[in-house]
């Protein structure tokens, strides 16, 4: 460490905890100790307590536009959040900080939990929160406004809830878990240092500069290095042309479902399309986009009915297809102020330590019914078998035993990113791309990669494997999940992150076998030998499988 880097953290360390200016980290605008903290049924305790905080700031923060389909509800996957937050469309100035069941009594290094793209902190987290608490440590969630809102706005909600868990705890420094396109905002923060130049006047004016208040990061499928998904697979276009029910955006400005050359009959696309013109219901999702090192499937003829992407190359290059006129990738990365790049170029603080988790297998559990009849069309079990197979040659390793090709014939798991080795949604080249974060010598610690989809990589654990277990034993439509649960014991990526967040060194899960959680349901005896009581606990874990897909 140089005298000036000590001086520096010293300086920081005497600093108010305070993040943007005027942000009070101990006046939340309300407090939610009641039915808020339980899931939509009522049924299941979820936190101790939900605050809903808002930063006064109106430089940098501002009110973002939303799909009307992601406007927020009180609903199974989004539970009293329309409540929590007190709009179904709120200001991205403010968030929700979730507090862990056991928050009171817990002590040590606190840990935030980042969510990614279209979700919230009630959604994924349940199973990592129970590890985490289990070391007793002070957990907490954070759920941002918009679900596919600006990277720096974000970025500054974390700083915020950063200053919130230091003014509650007496804590210094706090770790971090991120999870897909929370991981940018977590990173934007932490390499926002003095000398930080974004190209965002608000941000560089006002982003609270890095405290020195992070002591771990654990990424978890993050996009280190981008994506480029919806330019390399225009077909997906097709499911986002009506504005009101777009779930993302897509890679065309106009559809001319005549053709082209009839030129005169086209729907404008602009409101949900990734430039800011004419709409702008997903800001953060063209701060993501960056070229990829692979090459575009529409190139690929033995991908079968997967190369049949319209309009492949104009999509991806930009100019007039046969049915479509994109901007193509490169006016995107421009518009998303090459982000991806730029937050490179700051690096992470050189005091942070850094754990990257990263999936290989590109098979999802699917709980949209709607998904299960498109793949139940795509083809049967021997032709899913011959695409593997495919997939094997050309790519890279995929493993899928009788029972997950069967699945993927009924629809009940979905084949995900495929020109390249992916977690289904994220390239592993983008995912392992360690050296767009260490240019001021942050520290990699260590990096991990398991055989797990990117909507499953921090669900994997000996519990969830022995609950999918039980499920397969009700149903012979379900054997695909013994092979998934065998997969989850494998990864184990919830005792992972604990592990590596331990405060002291090699500490592990504190986890008994009479491990019960307020909600009454014991997960720590589960064991191979309890083939008996498995089922029974599954029953309870059915939501699982929409949850785990379902993105709002």
């Given amino acids: 460490m140089t005298p000036l880097y000590g001086l520096s953290m010293l300086f920081l360390a005497l600093s108010p905890a305070l993040a943007t200016s005027g942000f009070d980290p101990e006046a939340p605008e309300a407090v939610f100790t009641g039915a808020e903290t339980y899931n939509h ?45 007190g709009a179904s469309e709120p200001h991205s100035s403010k968030f929700l900080l979730h507090y862990g069941q056991h928050e009171a009594t817990s002590s040590g290094t606190p840990i935030l939990l980042v969510h990614g793209a279209g979700d919230n902190a009630s959604r994924p987290w349940f199973t990592l929160r129970r590890e985490l608490e289990d070391l007793g440590r002070p957990v907490y969630a954070i759920t941002f406004a918009h679900p596919h809102g600006d990277i720096f706005m974000q970025a500054e909600n974390v700083a915020d809830a950063i200053a919130v868990i230091k003014a509650r705890t007496g804590a210094s420094k706090v770790d971090l878990v991120a999870h897909s396109k929370g991981g940018p905002a977590v990173l934007a923060y932490a390499s926002n240092h003095a000398g930080a130049a974004w190209g965002v006047d608000a941000y560089d004016s006002v982003g609270t500069r890095y405290r020195g208040d992070v002591r771990r990061i654990v990424l978890a499928g993050v996009p280190l290095d981008g994506i480029d998904t919806a330019f390399r697979w225009p077909g997906s276009n097709y499911f986002g042309l009506v504005e009101d029910l777009a779930v993302a955006p897509v890679s065309w400005s106009s559809y001319y479902p005549m053709g082209s050359g009839t030129w005169w009959v086209q729907q404008d696309l602009e409101a949900q399309d990734f430039l800011p013109e004419g709409g702008d219901p997903f800001p953060g999702q063209r701060q993501l986009i960056k070229r990829q090192p692979h090459d575009l499937p529409g190139s690929m003829p033995w991908l079968g009915l997967y190369a049949f992407q319209q309009d492949w190359w104009t999509t991806y290059e930009g100019g007039f297809g046969f049915v479509s006129y994109s901007y193509g990738i490169d006016a995107t990365i421009e518009a998303g102020g090459d982000f991806i790049d730029t937050l490179a170029a700051q690096g992470v603080d050189p005091g942070v330590e850094i754990f990257i988790l990263a999936g290989k297998n590109p098979m999802m559990p699917n709980g949209e019914e709607s998904f299960k009849q498109l793949f139940d069309m795509i083809g049967t079990k021997s032709q899913w078998g011959a695409l593997v197979d495919n997939i094997n040659t050309y790519v890279g390793e995929v493993t899928a035993d009788d029972s997950e090709l069967q699945a993927l014939a009924d629809g ?94 090699g500490a592990q899960s504190a986890r008994g076998d009479a491990d019960t959680d307020e909600d009454g349901v014991g997960l720590g005896g589960l064991s191979g030998c309890d083939t008996a009581s498995a089922p029974v606990l599954a029953g309870l874990f059915a939501p699982l499988l929409a949850l785990v897909t379902r993105r709002r």
Avoid: C
Avoid at 44 to 65: A, H, K, N, T, V
Avoid at 425 to 430: A, E, R, T, Y
């Fill in 41 to 85: 049924e009522g049924t299941d305790l979820l936190w101790s307590r939900i605050d809903r905080y808002g930063d006064p700031d109106r430089e940098l923060f501002q009110q973002e536009e939303t799909s009307p389909v992601l406007a927020w509800q009180d609903a199974q996957f989004t539970p009293h959040m329309q409540t929590l937050f």
């Fill in 412 to 505: 009940q798991l979905v084949l995900g990113e495929v020109s390249g080795p992916s977690d289904g949604v994220l390239f592993l080249s983008s995912a392992m791309a360690t050296d767009n974060i260490t240019g001021r010598g942050a520290q990699v610690v260590e990096t991990r990669v398991v055989d797990v989809s990117h909507t499953e990589i921090l669900l994997a654990s000996d519990d969830m494997g022995w609950l999918m277990h039980g499920l397969a034993q009700q149903d012979p439509i379900n054997a695909w999940m013994e092979t998934r649960g065998n997969r989850y014991i494998a990864a184990n990526t919830t005792a992972w992150v604990a592990e590596k967040l331990a405060d002291s060194t």
